[in-house]
């Protein structure tokens, strides 16, 4: 048994056993084994072996060994086969290293270890005491970390072999040292599954009307992304589709430590269809991207989960000026389909490495306002708390939702979801789970006969790999219209940007999350008003005050725009009390409602509860209206939710929302904000 320790002395363990079946083969110069010379008994012992995993990046493939045939099964003879088969690859000139394979105790998951380390010292500790426990080891530095202090990357002799979990034991034990484990790599998997981008704006698909999107043509009135850089860590981009023409800065392959991006692989697809959900340029008969306009900062990452290279990759966005990263990709999904696969309760941590890489990102980039990281939640149809990266505090989540306005039968679940993004589906009898209208999404694909189609583009996109981008190119809007925003500040402006769908089954707390939606589908109208009042608050007036309901009492109202009353099940409104802060000399606020039998109450002062007194009643209109000298330098503007009624009723500057007849639909949620005219 092998150990490794996330979290420094008192983190988490994780025990890795050694397969009795398996064998991890390196070639020479990182061939594909197939391509690779070795003498026909080699030829014959590698046909006898089947692929478990292979890291291509590194010239690393993970072979499970079979018995001769009419050969016993026991574990002392699948022992002595694996031994025989690494022995004869050894002997090869073509074949770099032949080992043996660890995997997770508990999950059964293949970890591949190599011989380099992660070790940070503690913050006080001077660097040259930190030199002196590198040396005592017998380590060579081969990178200081950035990200951290007193943070290094360094390496044992080659040939070390498995007494690297020694070292990296030894080391945490002393004093001066944090953290410290070795480069431990798993598998990484990505989270993939004109009229037909039916998740940007309404449209008709085979006859059949499709609404169910983002409002991207309300948030382009007021910005296309301009002035905003996505940094897109994936298997690579193809730079050259004249889709992302002029907006590519600071390329980077991670795995290769290059300027070269670009794919490298015959399955490096991924990539160039994610960077064009979030930012393609939308050309005739092409795909548009959420924000056409932003930069883009391809980042080419083919390692496994946990290599340095992961944690290079979003250094790289933060010292480049990338202002958001997106990562459509994380740990092993479980089956989707089959409840019972182990794989769901699989627990994948995130290194220390990596974390604090991230860390760096959230804290330090953007000038020190923080990168904005989005995650894929996952395909697996299972629970976000077991996958470390996209349940990490700092990340935000993005579930996927279909063209129907539902949960996408795949995406994953829990309370780390914060938003979810239109994506693709599939129709499922076994879970009751109905078909969708539409193939997936439109988005941008490898040129020629490459990637997923040879048109250039590819209709069938999907999964939360779709979503993940989709949601990124919402915060790169959100971050052009106000690049002042704070990571902290933007995450919980996304929370506020969200329309809930599926009331009946996507069962909203009291805080209005769900664990299937987070806080709703993103509207990307939303979130750009809300991005530009929130740097209207930091240098002027704002309303506040409180929304009566039935049942609930009095709540505040949300700030920038945001509806106030997202309640599961709706509660009716029965008044207002609103004021203006901090106070403008010259400019007071009125408002009146719609109080079906009274008729129109109007307020008597400003902050004055309007409305009706009696909780058997409800409103249906109200009208505000700025009044004073200063009334003419702004607006107001105010929508409400109404009973029965799909999006939402707006007006400004004391027109009516709702009616002001006397029947109408109850109103059900309120949100109030001042805007400052343009000049």
Same mark, same amino acid.
């Given at each position: 048994?092998?150990k490794?320790?996330?979290g ?8 890795l ?5 398996m ?6 110069d ?18 006898h072996? $089947? ?5 291509p ?12 045939e ?14 025989e088969?690494?022995?004869?690859l ?9 080992g043996? %394979? ?22 006080p500790?001077?660097e040259?005491?930190c030199?002196?426990?590198i ?21 044992a ?17 002393e ?7 070795p480069e ?7 989270k993939?599954?004109?009229p037909?981008?039916?998740h ?13 999107? %983002? ?6 009135q007021? $910005?296309?992304?301009k002035?905003a ?51 393609a ?20 990452l083919r ?6 290279a ?6 790289w966005a933060a ?5 958001v990263?997106?990562?459509?990709w994380?740990?092993t999904?479980?089956e989707w ?7 769901h309760?699989?627990l ?6 990596t ?7 959230l804290?330090?980039g ?22 470390g ?14 063209? $129907? ?17 239109? =994506?693709?589906d ?11 209208i =539409?193939?997936?999404?439109?988005? $941008?694909d490898r040129? =020629? ?40 500040? %933007? ?8 329309r809930?769908?599926?009331?009946a089954?996507g069962?909203?707390?009291?805080n ?9 589908r993103?509207?990307?109208g939303?979130?750009v008003?809300?991005?530009?009042a ?5 240098t ?11 049942t ?11 509806l106030t009353?997202n ?9 207002l009390?609103?004021?203006?802060h ?15 039998g ?6 008597k002062?400003?902050?004055a ?6 909780g ?14 200063e ?13 029965? %009624? ?9 027109d ?5 007849k ?10 109030v ?5 343009q000049?």
């Amino acid at each position: 048994m092998y150990k490794v320790k996330f979290g420094g002395k008192k983190g988490k363990t994780i025990n890795l056993v050694e397969s009795p079946d398996m064998v991890a083969i390196r070639t020479k110069d990182n061939e594909e084994l197939e391509k690779v010379s070795v003498s026909r008994a080699s030829k014959e012992l590698i046909a006898h072996t $089947t692929e478990v995993v292979s890291f291509p990046e590194a010239g690393v493939t993970v072979r499970r060994v079979a018995l001769e045939e009419g050969e016993l099964e026991s574990a002392k003879a699948t022992i002595a086969h694996r031994d025989e088969t690494r022995a004869a690859l050894k002997q090869e000139e073509n074949i770099r290293f032949a080992g043996r %394979v660890l995997q997770d105790a508990e999950s059964g998951e293949v970890m591949l270890y190599t011989e380099n380390f992660f070790v940070k010292f503690k913050d006080p500790v001077p660097e040259k005491d930190c030199l002196a426990i590198i040396k005592k080891y017998n380590l060579k530095i081969k990178n200081k970390l950035v990200f951290a202090t007193n943070a290094w990357f360094v390496e044992a002799e080659e040939g070390t072999g498995l007494k690297v979990f020694e070292i990296a034991d030894k080391l945490l034990k002393e004093k001066e040292v944090e953290y410290c484990h070795p480069e431990l790599v798993q598998e990484r998997r990505f989270k993939v599954i004109h009229p037909l981008q039916w998740h940007l704006a309404k449209t008709t698909i085979g006859g059949k009307t499709v609404d169910a999107h %983002v409002n991207i043509e309300k948030a382009w009135q007021r $910005t296309r992304g301009k002035g905003a850089t996505i940094a897109v860590i994936d298997d690579g981009v193809d730079v050259d589709h004249p889709e992302f023409a002029g907006r590519i800065v600071h390329p980077y392959d991670a795995t290769e430590n290059n300027d070269n991006p670009r794919p490298k692989s015959q399955d490096d697809n991924h990539g160039t269809s994610c960077a064009g959900m979030a930012c393609a340029a939308g050309l005739n008969d092409g795909a548009s991207g959420v924000a056409p306009e932003a930069k883009l900062m391809p980042i080419r990452l083919r390692s496994g989960l946990g290599s340095m290279a992961e944690a290079n990759a979003f250094v790289w966005a933060a010292d480049k000026g990338a202002d958001v990263i997106s990562c459509s990709w994380g740990p092993t999904d479980g089956e989707w389909w089959n409840p019972g696969d182990a794989v769901h309760n699989r627990l994948t941590m995130l290194p220390d490495s990596t974390r604090l890489a991230m860390d760096y990102a959230l804290t330090k980039g953007r000038g020190g306002k923080g990168c904005v990281i989005l995650f894929a939640a996952g395909n697996g149809n299972e629970d976000t708390k077991n996958d470390g990266y996209a349940s990490y505090p700092g990340v935000i989540a993005v579930a996927a939702c279909n063209d $129907t306005g539902r949960r996408s039968v795949y995406s994953d679940f829990g309370e780390s979801v914060w938003v979810c993004f239109p =994506s693709g589906d599939f129709g499922y009898k076994p879970f009751q789970h109905p078909a969708p209208i =539409s193939q997936g999404l439109r988005t $941008t694909d490898r040129l =020629s006969d490459q990637g997923y189609d040879p048109t250039d583009y590819t209709n069938t996109f999907g999964g939360t790999s779709g979503a993940c981008p989709g949601a990124a190119g919402t915060v790169a809007l959100m971050l052009s219209a106000n690049p002042n925003l704070t990571q902290p500040e %933007v995450k919980k402006l996304l929370s506020r940007s969200c329309r809930r769908i599926d009331e009946a089954g996507g069962e909203y707390g009291p805080n209005g999350h769900s664990i299937w939606y987070g806080y709703g589908r993103i509207d990307a109208g939303l979130a750009v008003e809300n991005a530009l009042a929130a740097a209207q608050q930091a240098t002027g007036p704002a309303v506040e005050g409180t929304v009566k309901f039935a049942t609930v009492g009095e709540q505040p109202l949300q700030p920038g725009g945001s509806l106030t009353g997202n309640f599961t099940p709706a509660k009716k409104v029965l008044g207002l009390a609103l004021k203006i802060h901090p106070a403008v000399k010259g400019l007071k606020i009125k408002y009146k409602v719609n109080v079906p039998g009274p008729g129109v109450v109007e307020s008597k002062s400003e902050g004055a509860y309007t409305g009706t007194a009696t909780g058997r009643q409800r409103i249906i209109g109200f009208a505000i209206e700025l009044t004073g000298m200063e009334a003419k330098k702004y607006e107001v503007h105010y929508s409400a939710r109404l009973q029965g %009624v799909a999006g939402l009723a707006s007006a400004k500057n004391g027109d009516w929302c709702g009616t002001d007849k006397k029947s109408g639909k109850t109103i059900q949620a309120v949100s109030v904000q001042i805007r400052k005219k343009q000049a």
